[in-house]
């Protein structure tokens, strides 16, 4: 069966280093892959879109990678700022494209 | 402010009762999506509609059931509700008729408690 595995741990790093969480997953073939970031209480909200020709992919102090020998994408978040403490999400098409699916989540706490 | 609407925000019922969440996708959006989250799972795909049809279809129950009107707004019908029902229920929306097609917008959800 589909499965998308993040970070099981919680995640604790100190003001201005980079944050680096992973999205694995098995038995998919995705074109794209999607980060979101959500709040406690609140809706996802959309950060970044990498498709499956895209090794790399940077918005701000936002980057991600996409390996699809791996089966994996990188998200990092560089000067991480207490602001950044959140649970980030990612998310991806089975073969159809249809069906989006979500992965777990990590939970990132940004000390000061 | 995602401009995807999700009402009720709360809603506690009793086991056995029947519940009507309601999604008013962005203006422009053909798709609408819906998810259930519990404490300790992580967003749950139920089903998604394009334009009034019904696009693709997650791991609902048969208890539950969805449809997206001519205007385009959806609701998602919740009956002989479990305790285990219980859980934070989002309402998304895209232009396309999928994620591939660009970001999903989320509203704020519908949290919903079976006692």
């Known amino acids: 069966s589909q499965k998308i595995e993040q970070n099981s741990e919680a995640l604790n790093i100190q003001e201005g280093k980079t944050a680096t969480l992973t999205c694995n997953y098995t038995?998919?073939?995705?074109?794209?892959l999607q980060w979101y970031r959500q709040d406690p209480g609140r809706g996802p909200v959309f950060l970044l879109l990498i498709r499956e020709n895209e090794k790399e992919k940077r918005k701000e102090r936002l980057k991600v990678t996409f390996d699809t020998t791996l089966k994996q994408s990188l998200f990092h978040i560089t000067a991480s700022q207490p602001a950044d403490s959140a649970t980030y999400l990612c998310a991806l098409d089975e073969w159809t494209g249809n069906q989006f699916y979500f992965g777990t989540g990590t939970s990132l706490t940004v000390i000061p | 402010d995602s401009g995807v609407t999700q009402t009720p925000k709360h809603l506690i019922t009793a086991t056995g009762q029947r519940v009507t969440l309601r999604c008013s996708p962005r203006s422009g959006d053909l798709s609408v999506y819906w998810y259930q989250q519990s404490l300790d799972q992580g967003l749950q795909f139920l089903i998604q509609?394009?334009?009034?049809?019904?696009?693709a279809k997650g791991n609902i129950l048969e208890r539950f059931s969805a449809q997206q009107f001519p205007d385009l707004h959806s609701e998602l019908n919740l009956s002989s509700l479990e305790l285990g029902d219980s859980a934070l229920y989002f309402c998304?929306?895209?232009?396309?008729?999928?994620?591939?097609?660009?970001?999903?917008?989320f509203g704020e959800g519908s949290r919903l408690t079976v006692l």
């Open positions: 509609y394009y334009n009034g049809e019904e696009r």
């Open positions: 038995n998919y073939s995705p074109a794209y």
């Open positions: 998304a929306s895209s232009v396309g008729t999928s994620g591939r097609d660009g970001e999903l917008f």
